[in-house]
């Protein structure tokens, strides 16, 4: 399977507790993002990377997120001090892109987190 | 701010009709359109994507346009099936340089046997 993997694909957590999800992409992609979706909503931009440079971050990623890409390849999300909205489908997404444009983004199944 | 806006919210209708989905933006200047396709509790499956020089793009069943001048979307789905049967989301890049989707909500569709 060379589509974009995530896991865990379900998380239940204690309000407070630190969570990570990990993310890897399409071999050979240079573009990795990370999608926040609630229920009934679509998905939300929080940050993305190219290569291993985080590029932008979402006003949605306060400071408890962290996200790091350390070798161009896999990427980690951190959520620390959970609260009860962080409650959400967490989507990583990846795609390939050659100087400035856009391309396809293929999306991973998605980290459901649950905080109690 | 963008705003997407996608009609109707649901809908249900039964095998082998054709049916066409809307989604529509307030703010023309709109790069690459995207629509995907996303079934209960999974990720995201991507249909089709039209780029900002195309009008339409076309994959087996389905057909999607993009009308910038009107702010309008449409994907046609021909011959509908049970399968098909699943939450529908457009989404788009602002511009060339742009990283991020922005996505409506999204039309859940019901085709029933």
């Known amino acids: 399977d060379t589509g974009v993997s995530q896991d865990p694909r379900h998380k239940i957590t204690k309000r407070g507790q630190n969570v990570t999800f990990r993310c890897d992409p399409i071999s050979e992609h240079n573009r990795l993002y990370w999608y926040r979706q609630t229920l009934g909503q679509g998905p939300e931009f929080l940050t993305y990377f190219q290569n291993e440079a985080q590029l932008e971050k979402s006003r949605l990623l306060s400071d408890r997120f962290s996200a790091e890409r350390p070798k161009g390849s896999f990427s980690t999300l951190e959520i620390q001090r959970t609260e009860q909205g962080d409650s959400a489908m967490y989507l990583c997404?990846?795609?390939?892109?050659?100087?400035?444009?856009?391309?396809?983004?293929?999306f991973g199944p998605g980290t459901r987190l649950t905080v109690l | 701010k963008q705003e997407v806006t996608q009609i109707p919210a649901a809908l249900s209708v039964p095998e082998g009709e054709n049916l066409v989905l809307n989604c529509s933006f307030t703010d023309s200047a709109i790069y690459n359109l995207q629509w995907f396709r996303q079934d209960p509790g999974k990720g995201l499956t991507s249909l089709l994507l039209?780029?900002?020089?195309?009008r339409e793009q076309t994959s087996g069943r389905l057909n999607a346009s993009l009308d910038k001048s009107s702010g309008r979307s449409t994907l046609y789905i021909a011959a509908s099936q049970p399968g098909d049967s699943a939450t529908y989301l457009c989404a788009f890049y602002s511009g060339a340089g742009s990283y991020q989707l922005t996505f409506g909500k999204g039309t859940k569709l019901s085709v029933i046997p």
């Open positions: 039209i780029q900002s020089s195309q």
């Open positions: 997404a990846s795609s390939l892109v050659v100087g400035v444009g856009t391309d396809t983004q293929y």
